[in-house]
């Protein structure tokens, strides 16, 4: 039986169905599950069974699906999901085990010691046959016209499983079911579905849109929302790659390719500061898609839907030709000449010193800040400036220690924290995957989450503690009930947004947490945990940090002769002083560009292999997946080629005498896939200097403004995407879908 | 009672094929479609005696499971709202229950007692599983269907009076063939018992439930054939000093 029944109980079973290792020793030591009707037990030790001869041993609460896994027998599936509640409805694992008169399936069965199991005998064949012919008899036979040809589960299964002749001569023909209307992004075909529920369990669990389940049932059950409405999260095209057959398909990726004729290279996503490990498939020059990567410790399998979904922005108003400005026309001129008038616009600017200004923007690769601060410095200059609010003066938490900008609990720490303060961030926008995390520990353990800033819908419930600066006095006060609750906890978080720094009152806000963080050391900086993290939402900030690009005092006032704009597209122009000469290096004809005198092509994420430092300060490298287009080049190369222009070449050649550089400033810039722990005395001792710096800021009580109000349209790859613009129609707009029944969001979800 | 019905499907016994599986030409009935009686922004609140049921309800259960008083609270509105549960009675149960509102559609749209379209005054399910077929349930079902004034299975009558559906197994298999009027079932129905009850109904009145043939429940209808002796009291057959 399957429908809401079903659905009650894969909710009931909790966290019991992480990853193994994992999901088993990390949540031991948590209190009992307050928002799901169960909790994990606590594991207690290693068993022993035997799965084809062969014995393995698995933590005790396993699946035995996971123990025939690692007695390495490959057991077909399509509703187990290892990150998902286990609903045991397809009965395509079915197993033999001794002593069972009937054949068992494996992923809802807990592994048992000593127990002997068969994953291949005529009986485990058999039954799986006649399990494949009962989910062909309701599946259309539509595979050449089908999108998820070629990584179908259903088509891979049936040609170990399926049998070559059809028993079904039902006059009536086969379950026809109406399509969803999801959105912009999911496509659906619901006479394919084989109601795994796995979409289901994923919109529930993870991406917390609970509008989603599954009605009817028996051979009625269908998967929708029973009243018309669209799936809005962010996390919605992670469904696309759970479906095990071609029932929900990428709508943007309809009928534009096959997987086999897509070359994978594996790289990072920058929409956002987490580092979201993809595979960009290509084919020829073009990005056909985006999919994510499996990395436990950043994104574990999903990925945003910007992240996957805004690559169509790389195709259009792409820079391709160098330009000059003549008049208030941009005419195309050849690198030679670009780089000539760079030369010649410095002289004649006369910039001297700080006059000359380099403004890093939100896409700007760490390669190429390293050679921009030090061409930057070469000509003498200190002012390197960022491009966001107030990015002119020197951050208020300062560079000096890495752990005053980064988030030090580290991305899977948020899983171990208990409580959970947010300051002046939304992180369902700024890092929707980290949110996805904090659902995760809100749903399955105790956690309490505040929030001080502007209100948002997070997908959990939070206590609310005030907008501003006023609320966050009260709180490091220790005033309300939320202020107790964290005192009282064991390994209390906070996080705060990155935005934070550029509100008003950001330097009285950083001073208050810095005390705070101080006086209660004992929890939140200790040898083995640091709850004090700031969620960077910018994928190149960290870097920028990193390598110290960042304004001296004396150069953040000083009036810049020579602006360059390394892919600073949200500058203000009013803040670039008219007289200026103005260059704009960048792959994107947006705000920077329209700026510029001189306008240098250069390479967007997908077309070149560069280093990327996420906001915990992991440093992974992306990767290459096709050329840039037209005339554009690598972004240092272009550094490298204007340092020769204006007669102060830069020492490197190559890209790993590039990086050897990079090695002089921060060995952690390059050890790739690791990330280092700033140890909590240094830590302690950067909140002090940071105290310090910050103290007697004036507040102004102005409440704390998100950065982020279009989630969709953030840089300029996503503005210049159509898909993204649908869904700002869709969701943000909220235009073109009639919605039926209320549109008020409760504020804390339930389960 | 609470045995699970069959959906209002369209099927006609007529056309009953070989085929097993209904004929289905839209599956309209698991997704909701807003019409002018049915859509969220007629208002729905339990009245006042309700209210206070559902609190009693609700009290039944711990206060982290207030929601496993879905299916309750769901009948209690059925029943309020004229016998059938529209989008606007599943939306206030879930606001009283604090569960998002798909759970609460999940609910309604598995148990087919649950009728998601608006239903006559008087609600008739004939039951056509195999034991009553084999005591003539068709029969029953075209007499029902004909005597209201040839509407099909699913329908309801032009006056609004009556619905007709037919279902599976009641549990009342020994007293078939029957059907279901309201809240009370009528049985051991032939033709003209079955017209019978209907026109009591037809004029507002509510004929005595249970077997129309005479039975007092589910006895032999051909008298005792066992334990027809007079059974013996205490005592008998004791030695004496028991006696
Ligand atoms: S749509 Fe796909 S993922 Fe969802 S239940 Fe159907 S087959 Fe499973
Ligand atoms: S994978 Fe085990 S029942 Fe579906
Ligand atoms: S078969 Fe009709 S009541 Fe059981």
């Not at chain 1, 050897?660 to 400033?665: A, G």
């Not at chain 2, 019409?35 to 259960?61: D, G, R, V």
């Amino acid at each position: 039986m399957a429908g809401s029944a079903g659905m009650l109980r894969a909710v009931s079973r909790g966290t019991n169905t992480g990853r193994l290792g994992k999901s088993v020793c990390s949540s031991s030591s948590r209190k009992a599950g307050r928002r799901q009707l169960s909790s994990t037990a606590p594991r207690q030790a290693d068993i022993t069974l035997t799965v084809d001869g062969k014995e393995v041993t698995v933590p005790q609460g396993s699946a035995l699906i996971q123990a025939c896994e690692a007695a390495g027998a490959n057991i077909p599936r399509f509703c187990y999901h290892d990150r998902l509640a286990i609903a045991g409805n397809c009965r395509m694992c079915l197993v033999e085990v001794e002593r069972s008169p009937k054949p068992v399936a494996s992923c809802a069965m807990p592994a048992m010691p000593g127990s002997k199991v068969w994953t291949n005998t005529p009986l485990v064949h058999e039954a799986r046959e006649g399990v494949m012919e009962f989910l062909l008899a309701n599946h259309p036979l539509d595979c050449p016209i089908c999108d998820q040809g070629g990584e179908c589960d259903l088509q891979d299964q049936s040609m170990r499983y399926g049998s070559d002749r059809t028993r079904f001569h039902e006059i009536t023909g086969k379950r026809a079911v109406e399509n969803k209307d999801l959105g912009p992004l999911v496509k659906t075909s619901m006479n394919r579905c084989i109601q795994c529920t796995r979409c289901v369990r994923f919109a529930n669990e993870v991406a917390g849109v609970e509008e989603l389940g599954t009605t009817g049932r028996g051979n009625d059950l269908q998967i929708g929302m029973y009243v018309e409405k669209t799936m809005d999260s962010e996390m919605s095209g992670n469904i696309v790659d759970l479906c095990p057959v071609g029932a929900l398909t990428s709508k943007p990726y309809a009928f534009h390719a096959r997987p086999w004729e897509l070359k994978n290279t594996e790289s990072v996503d920058v929409m956002d500061a987490v580092g979201s490990n993809i595979r960009v498939d290509s084919r020829g020059v073009q990005v056909m898609r985006i999919q994510p990567r499996t990395n436990d410790d950043v994104n574990e399998e999903w990925i945003s839907d910007k992240t996957r979904y805004a690559y169509d922005g790389l195709k259009f108003q792409r820079l391709t030709t160098p330009l000059l400005k003549q008049g208030d026309r941009f005419v195309p001129a050849s690198w030679e000449e670009a780089l000539q008038a760079v030369a010649d616009g410095l002289a004649a600017s006369g910039a001297k010193g700080d006059e000359i200004q380099a403004v890093a923007g939100h896409l700007a690769d760490t390669e190429t800040l390293v050679a921009m601060k030090d061409f930057v410095n070469r000509l003498g200059s200190d002012n390197l400036a960022l491009d966001q609010a107030g990015g002119t003066a020197p951050p208020v938490h300062g560079v000096d220690v890495r752990s005053n900008y980064l988030f030090n609990s580290t991305i899977p720490g948020v899983e171990e924290a208990d409580v959970i303060l947010l300051v002046g961030t939304n992180p369902r926008h700024e890092a929707a995957v980290l949110n996805s995390r904090i659902r995760k520990s809100w749903l399955h353990t105790g956690l309490e989450v505040g929030l001080i800033g502007e209100r948002a819908d997070t997908a959990y419930g939070y206590d609310y503690l005030g907008d501003g600066a006023k609320a966050l006095a009260d709180f490091v006060a220790g005033k309300g009930a939320f202020a107790e609750k964290f005192k009282a906890a064991k390994k209390p978080m906070i996080i705060v947004g990155s935005a934070l720094a550029e509100q008003a009152d950001g330097a009285a806000a950083f001073n208050a947490l810095a005390k705070f963080v101080e006086k209660n050391k004992e929890t939140l900086v200790t040898d083995e945990w640091n709850g004090f993290s700031v969620l960077q939402r910018i994928a190149s900030r960290p870097a920028a940090y990193e390598v110290g690009f960042v304004p001296s005092k004396k150069a953040s006032t000083t009036k810049p002769k020579f602006v360059y704009l390394l892919n600073a597209d949200e500058v203000d122009p009013k803040s670039i002083p008219r007289d200026a000469f103005v260059v704009y290096q960048g792959h994107h004809g947006d705000l920077g560009a329209s700026l510029a005198d001189v306008v240098l092509p250069a390479a967007a994420y997908t077309e070149k292999s560069t280093t990327w430092i996420n906001t915990e300060g992991r440093s992974q490298l992306g990767r290459a997946a096709v050329p840039p287009p037209g005339a554009s080049r690598e972004d240092w190369k272009i550094i490298r080629a204007i340092s020769e222009a204006t007669g102060s070449p830069l020492p490197y050649d190559d890209v790993l005498a590039l990086r050897d550089r990079m090695w002089e400033l921060s060995p952690s810039l390059v050890r790739y896939d690791a990330r280092e722990r700033t140890s909590s005395p240094i830590a302690l001792a950067g909140l002090r200097a940071l105290e310090a710096r910050t103290r007697g800021a004036a507040v102004s009580g102005r409440a704390f403004v998100r950065p982020i109000a279009n989630f969709y349209m953030t840089d300029p790859i996503s503005r210049a995407s159509v898909t993204m613009a649908q869904c700002t129609r869709a969701f943000v707009k909220g235009e073109e879908y009639g919605f039926s029944g209320s549109r008020e969001q409760p504020e804390a979800a339930f389960a | 009672m609470l045995a699970l019905r069959r959906s209002i499907a369209l099927r006609s016994i007529a056309r009953r094929g070989l085929s097993s599986s209904s004929v289905k030409r839209s599956d309209a009935l698991f997704v909701h479609r807003d019409t002018k009686y049915n859509n969220p922004s007629i208002p729905f609140e339990f009245s006042k005696e309700n209210l206070t049921k559902a609190e009693e309800i609700i009290a039944h259960y711990p206060p982290q499971y207030r929601k496993a008083a879905v299916i309750p609270l769901l009948d209690l509105g059925q029943r309020q709202n004229k016998g059938w549960t529209s989008i606007s009675v599943m939306n206030y149960v879930a606001k009283l229950l604090g569960m998002p509102p798909m759970r609460v559609y999940e609910v309604a749209t598995f148990y087919t007692m649950f009728n998601r379209e608006p239903i006559g005054d008087n609600f008739v399910q004939v039951c056509t599983t195999t034991p009553c077929m084999l005591r003539g349930s068709t029969e029953i079902l075209d007499t029902v269907c004909s005597h209201l004034g040839d509407i099909k299975p699913g329908e309801t009558t032009k006056d609004g009076k009556f619905t007709v559906i037919e279902v599976e197994c009641q549990g009342a298999c020994s007293n078939a063939p029957m059907m279901v009027v309201n809240d009370d079932f009528y049985e051991d129905l032939t033709a003209a018992s079955t017209k019978k009850v209907l026109d009591a109904f037809a004029q507002g009145q509510k004929p005595k439930p249970g077997p129309q043939s005479g039975r007092h429940t589910s006895e032999n209808s051909a008298g005792l054939t066992a334990l027809t002796s007079k059974p013996y009291g205490p005592g008998e057959f004791c030695t004496p000093e028991f006696q």
